[in-house]
């Protein structure tokens, strides 16, 4: 067995592994530590100051009315003078430079309301705009004061003791009490606990796990107490990462942002234009006064930060981090979407498929062996052998004078017994391996499958088969990625074509492109690009390039592989590929945000503007139509705060299926293993057998199977289809029905060659693949019922 890598950053030195440090006020350039202190109090200053002035105008005091309007005006010049001028200095130029203007007309020209109303625009605007942000930021800056600083370890001598999270190591067993975050990464010691997920997924719902299961840091025990053992530090864990890659998210601009501040010159230079003619034409300085007001501030430079924040703060709350606005918009400009296969189209995380005991060994006693051993190696199958273990509801006991040789297997004592797991030669240490663990190896070979193997005091007693399955919302979130808007998409995979091919062919993805090399994987990513802008999504520290290279890179959790996080611009922290489309919709709908409210913005100051040139519009006039126009587009631009799909899903009632319709997965389960048993014995059987064996697995698949999935398709579908308003959740069922009457087909017509004398040695081979092909197209297909079934009653309520 080989043991799995735990990256870590380099500069982590807080509680999480993380060193947060407060964001600067976002797209505004030029802030100076002094100006960010004082910028909370210039609008209450300046508000204070025209209420002040409005009272004396009450009074008859026209002195002090002058002095309190000229007083909020010099308030709010001074800064937006300074930060002005070191913009012009790096030409750098945006709206401010138009509000300086204004003011500074307003005074020469005695306009001191106008003035005084400017000051609380500009002013008023900021404290807005800082306020929509935070709130757009709120779901990010969540995550980190959330964190964990304490954990509780267990000891022999001292029982349970409280310790700084920075000091957990990895085998520390601890435990977690009811409430609190979980601060490590590490596998579930107790029978089962439930957690609430939602800070790191989005998803409500409590999630129940299992003892041998992996509890990622971060989520909270909302069960009793539970014990864990810790797998990775807290630098390493899945909340760490989440953190790091927060702080990314918090720091970036989008190029959205800084086209709006390039565009601002623009309509300096087009604002200045129109306010001199005003001026030429009339002779009046008043009316280039009202045109300068009523483009002050510019709505597009106003609305575009807080768009672009409320879409990555969205993206948050669904278990999305978006690393800003700039992989937001390229987000929002895919294409073509390419997904590696391993951790992202299938789970990532192996289960043990099969247990294959010898004659003499009992299926739960070579589980109990094996798990018993693996709860202390570190190998990634270790997880899974330790669940299926805990599966059997046996009680595990503590392996002694265990060593793991890293890349071969691990040894250890389970009670009186000398184990070995691993390896097929470590295992076996040298010994022959017999004839039915030979057919369980050949089967792993032509399946793709893992195959770990269990010696007892120096007896092989069998053999686990683990297996990477399909993610059962595969399908379905390949076809939400379509409706998102997404043109063409391919899997690229380093595994063999027929393996890669099948998993193709069952989750419907346009092309599949096998045997790729890491660097290969690039080329993929390099020869897409000339059919569109791409979206790679992975996993693993070998996409990280391809992450990298692609115009937008879509990692798989925050945690497994640091690389390929770090190298993508979105991290699915909730690790279902479901997020994708979320992920898509979510940066396209606020790009179409961002651009209403600027454009509506830009159009109705222009309108504005116009009529402030022809005299229609005062110069106090102008200002309250434009703190209208402000206050209307940044409104506009927070509805990107809202999670699309958040609301309660419209659900029809359900109609009651007919009555001869039973979906009973257990009638068939019996004729579906029976597919694999007779494509291990094959070879081995006589030809009489082999015959027989072969007409009857036929029998059961035309005559039992295919009618059952088509009076299926025909009755059950339309039910399920009749419960949703907007969406088809039978399209992945339908399309493994299709592929389920090819493979049938191909099937039929492989038994129909076989000559008298019985299957000659390549005949083996393909019955042998057909039948192992059907059956995982068969799981696959009934496990998506399977979701679709359970999580029925829980969408309608």
Request: hydrophobic share 45%; proline share 5%; glycine share 10%.
């Amino acid at each position: 067995m080989s043991e799995t890598d735990g990256a870590s950053s380099p500069r982590a030195t807080s509680h999480h592994g993380v060193d947060p440090a407060p964001s600067p006020t976002p797209d505004r350039p030029g802030n100076e530590p002094f100006l960010e202190r004082v910028e909370p109090l210039l609008f209450p200053l300046c508000l204070g100051l025209v209420i002040a002035g409005g009272v004396a105008w009450l009074l008859g005091a026209e002195t002090v009315m002058v002095a309190a309007f000229a007083a909020a005006t010099v308030v709010a010049l001074v800064p937006a003078t300074i930060v002005s001028v070191r913009q012009l200095i790096r030409r750098d130029a945006t709206a401010d430079v138009v509000a300086v203007l204004a003011m500074l007309g307003a005074l020469l020209l005695g306009e001191w309301l106008a003035g005084a109303i400017i000051a609380v625009m500009l002013t008023g605007g900021e404290a807005l705009e800082a306020r929509a942000v935070g709130r757009a930021r709120a779901e990010l800056t969540d995550l980190l004061t959330r964190a964990p600083r304490t954990a509780h370890r267990r000891t022999a001598d001292q029982g349970l003791i409280d310790v700084a999270v920075e000091d957990v190591e990895v085998g520390d067993e601890l435990t977690v009490k009811v409430g609190e975050v979980v601060p490590v990464d590490g596998m579930l010691r107790s029978s089962h606990a439930v957690l609430d997920t939602s800070a790191l997924t989005g998803e409500t719902r409590p999630v129940e796990v299992h003892a041998g299961q992996i509890v990622h840091s971060g989520v909270v025990n909302a069960g009793g107490p539970m014990d864990l053992r810790a797998t990775a530090s807290a630098e390493a864990s899945t909340y760490a990462g989440i953190v790091r890659l927060v702080e990314q998210a918090s720091t970036e601009r989008g190029s959205f942002v800084r086209v709006a501040d390039r565009f601002a010159g623009g309509f300096l230079l087009v604002t200045l234009v129109l306010a001199g003619a005003a001026w030429a034409f009339s002779g009046d300085p008043v009316r280039a006064l009202a045109v300068l007001v009523v483009a002050t501030p510019c709505p597009l430079i106003l609305a575009a930060p807080a768009a672009m924040v409320g879409g990555v703060s969205a993206a948050a709350k669904r278990g999305i981090i978006v690393k800003g606005g700039l992989a937001l918009e390229s987000l929002a400009d895919g294409e073509v979407v390419l997904l590696d296969k391993t951790g992202t189209i299938t789970s990532g995380r192996p289960r043990v498929a099969a247990v294959h005991p010898m004659p003499d060994t009992d299926a739960a006693d070579l589980l109990h062996l094996a798990g018993s051993l693996d709860q202390v190696s570190v190998h990634p199958f270790a997880p899974a052998i330790v669940q299926a273990a805990h599966a059997r509801n046996d009680d595990l006991v503590l392996p002694t004078d265990v060593v793991e040789d890293i890349g071969q297997g691990i040894r250890g004592q389970v009670g009186q017994v000398q184990v070995r797991v691993g390896q097929m030669g470590y295992a076996a240490d040298g010994a022959e391996l017999p004839a039915a663990l030979r057919r369980v190896r050949r089967r792993g070979a032509i399946e793709g499958r893992s195959v770990v193997y269990v010696a007892a005091d120096g007896h092989l007693v069998g053999a686990l088969s683990l297996h990477d399955p399909i993610r059962p919302d595969a399908p379905r979130s390949i076809q939400a990625v379509r409706d998102a808007g997404i043109r063409e998409v391919l899997m690229v995979t380093g595994d063999r074509s027929e393996i890669a091919d099948l998993v193709g062919d069952s989750v419907g993805v346009d092309r599949v492109l096998a045997e790729r090399t890491p660097q290969e994987k690039v080329d993929a990513v390099r020869e897409a690009s000339t059919l569109g802008t791409t979206i790679m999504v992975g996993d693993g520290v070998n996409d990280a390039p391809a992450l990298a290279l692609a115009n937008t890179g879509v990692a798989m959790g925050a945690r497994g592989a640091t690389a390929a996080s770090e190298a993508a611009d979105v991290v699915l922290t909730s690790d279902r590929l479901d997020g994708l489309a979320t992920a898509v919709t979510i940066a396209r709908r606020t790009r179409r945000i961002a651009w209403q409210s600027a454009v509506t913005g830009i159009g109705l100051s222009a309108v504005a503007m116009v009529f402030a040139a022809l005299g229609y519009l005062t110069p106090v006039a102008g200002a309250i139509v434009q703190e209208v126009i402000d206050l209307g587009v940044l409104a506009n631009a927070l509805r990107a705060l809202r999670v699309p799909g958040s609301g309660t899903r419209r659900l029809r009632s359900i109609p009651t299926p007919p009555d001869h319709v039973h979906v009973d997965h257990d009638d068939l389960t019996v004729g579906v293993e029976e597919l694999g048993i007779v494509a291990e014995q094959l070879d081995e059987l006589t030809v009489p057998e082999a015959l027989a064996a072969l007409r009857r697995t036929r029998d059961f698949l035309v005559d039992d199977l295919l009618p059952h999935e088509i009076e299926e398709e025909r009755t059950v579908y339309p039910v399920l289809r009749a419960v949703f308003d907007d969406e088809d959740p039978t399209r992945p069922l339908v399309r493994t029905h299709r592929e389920l009457a090819r493979r049938i087909r191909l099937f039929d017509r492989l038994v129909d060659d076989i000559g008298g004398d019985g299957p000659e040695h390549d005949e083996v081979l393909d019955l042998q693949r057909s039948l192992f092909g059907l059956q995982a197209v068969l799981e696959f297909h009934l496990a998506l019922e399977d979701e679709l079934y359970t999580h029925l009653p829980d969408r309608h309520d």
